[in-house]
């Protein structure tokens, strides 16, 4: 049986008292995060920022695990130790995809920041992206989904030239560009083909799976 | 003894039903939902739901703050937390890690198995108040007036800082906005 420790005792009485911070919450007068807010609706390549120079990179971006996550801030872990990312609502989430920012963050999740550097080492985020992954590969073993009302739509076989095989699931929303122009896959239902190599930029869920949020058929 | 008891399930479940529906209508986007029909779950009207269950919260809360119908609010208590246990353990099975989404997005709590406990314990509690109030159904007018106070102090607190806070925020935006 597993033993009831000290921090699962607290753990236990923050959780049954939830309601003290919550009011605490609603009463305070700073702007909480607010989805619709933290994640515009506005859609723009989800590429990361360009990294041109090391020293800006190490000025601008952090990028580490999730250990504690408020309505604003993030606190990662890196080799660095622990660092604070500021979050607000001007923030921006996954470059404004608000579908793949609605999944919000949460602790153990990768997270990645690029903003203004403080004097005390902390991070005040410009953009912010969770999970997120860049493969380029050929693809293997497409399959889609007929059923009505899923939230997968297709999925398909990557082989990342560094990262292996993955799984990528296609939703409504992913955005297929092929070269010429980019729209959402239900209004243009085009998939790669078996051996075509192409690259996805994506969200890993928790299932080990990537959601693409942007798929470029043409490499 | 037994009334005392009685207020204070009285007292903790009126501001937790509350909190937890006025969280949740403050986070209209929010629902832990969003995190399990990626995983081809698929819930019918599962943002209404969820908006849905906030009302119902917030009727609860006003029944018990006004003594009124007190048998069926602690029924519906109590059928409230029997539901929330089961859904976060339905939850648990499909995505660990993910927010509970009792509070909506105003104060996020991991929905994990103390997390699932302490859901199990509130359903338990909710039961005794129920049983309570079927043993002695009589409750003094002053705990009824204090229940009352607390319940309308808070409504009106919360809703005076919310006003408070869109004014500012309508102050900034308009100074943004000036050339």
Not at chain 1, 51 to 80: M, Q, V
Request: some cysteine; glycine content about 6%.
């Amino acid at each position: 049986m597993t033993k009831f420790s000290r921090r699962d005792f607290l753990k236990f009485t923050s959780a049954f008292l939830a309601f003290i911070p919550a009011i605490r919450n609603l009463l305070a007068l700073e702007t909480p995060i607010e989805d619709s807010k933290l994640y515009p609706t506005e859609l723009q390549d989800p590429t990361p920022p360009p990294l041109t120079d090391e020293d800006l990179i190490a000025e601008k971006y952090e990028s580490g695990f999730a250990k504690i996550i408020t309505s604003d801030h993030i606190i990662i872990e890196n080799y660095k130790g622990q660092v604070i990312l500021h979050i607000s609502n001007k923030t921006d989430v996954w470059d404004g995809i608000k579908w793949v920012g609605d999944l919000g963050a949460d602790v153990g999740d990768e997270i990645v920041g690029w903003g203004i550097r403080n004097p005390d080492n902390s991070l005040t985020c410009e953009k912010l992206y969770v999970n997120i992954v860049n493969y380029i590969g050929e693809v293997s073993e497409i399959s889609t989904n007929s059923r009505r009302n899923d939230n997968i739509v297709a999925k398909f076989v990557q082989n990342d030239r560094f990262r292996g095989r993955q799984s990528i699931s296609i939703a409504p929303h992913t955005m297929i560009d092929d070269g010429q122009s980019r729209k959402l896959y239900k209004e243009r239902p085009v998939l790669p083909k078996n051996s075509d190599i192409i690259q996805v930029i994506g969200r890993v869920m928790k299932d080990g799976t990537t959601l693409a949020a942007v798929v470029y058929l043409s490499q | 003894m037994i009334q005392t008891a009685i207020f204070v399930l009285n007292l903790y479940f009126i501001l937790i039903l509350l909190t937890s529906g006025l969280s949740k209508m403050a986070s209209p986007d929010y629902s832990l939902l969003n995190a399990i029909k990626l995983r081809n779950l698929f819930i019918p009207f599962g943002q209404t739901l969820y908006q849905f269950l906030a009302w119902i919260e917030i009727g609860v809360s006003i029944l018990l703050a006004t003594n009124t119908s007190i048998r069926l609010a602690t029924i519906a208590n109590t059928a409230l937390f029997a539901t929330f246990l089961v859904s976060q353990i339905i939850v648990l099975s499909i995505a660990k890690g993910t927010n509970c989404g009792c509070f909506g997005n105003i104060y996020k709590i991991q929905n994990d198995k103390i997390h699932i406990l302490v859901t199990a314990a509130q359903a338990l509690l909710s039961y005794i108040y129920y049983w309570l109030t079927t043993v002695y159904s009589e409750v003094p007018n002053i705990q009824v007036l204090v229940s009352l106070i607390v319940f309308l102090g808070l409504c009106v607190w919360i809703l005076a800082r919310r006003l408070s806070r869109l004014a500012i925020q309508a102050k900034n935006t308009s100074k943004l906005n000036q050339p």
